[in-house]
């Protein structure tokens, strides 16, 4: 369900997520959540953008309060339930993520991450809106890695 450092499988993450809005729903709350996804900058074997991207996550799971849900969605792919954090705050919280991932040290290799970010219910009022939206038009964060 979960690795050694509390990440959850997309299975587990989309449970928590669809309970999450029908929690929502019925005591009127809101949460947000963000989407990062690694893209490796050069075509190198994928054995290190895991590697990467275990050493990511670490670092995510490091940053975020004990409540939010963490989940490896895809590969290269990681989303993050916020709870009962609003539009503004999940733009903080994107921001400052976005900061240490740019400062991040990937060692030698680059990596572009793109991100993405909805607040139910002002943005999306279900999972499918809510995944839409995360997967139209990434924004793109500065890149990490060497420079």
């Not at 997309?10 to 893209?39: G, P, T």
């Amino acid at each position: 369900m979960f690795d050694s450092v509390g990440i959850f499988a997309r299975e587990a993450f989309l449970l928590f997520l669809d309970l999450e809005i029908k929690r929502a729903r019925r005591y009127q709350n809101f949460f947000s959540v963000m989407r990062f996804e690694l893209c490796s900058e050069g075509k190198k074997p994928k054995s290190k953008g895991a590697k990467s991207l275990k050493s990511l996550l670490k670092l995510i799971r490091e940053e975020m309060r004990e409540t939010d849900v963490i989940g490896q969605t895809r590969d290269n792919e990681v989303m993050i339930l916020l709870p009962y954090c609003d539009c503004a705050g999940a733009n903080c919280v994107n921001m400052r993520l976005g900061d240490i991932i740019k400062d991040f040290h990937f060692g030698n290799r680059e990596f572009t991450i793109n991100s993405g970010l909805v607040c139910f219910p002002v943005e999306a009022n279900d999972m499918a809106e809510i995944m839409n939206k995360l997967s139209q038009g990434p924004q793109t964060c500065p890149t990490a890695g060497l420079n």
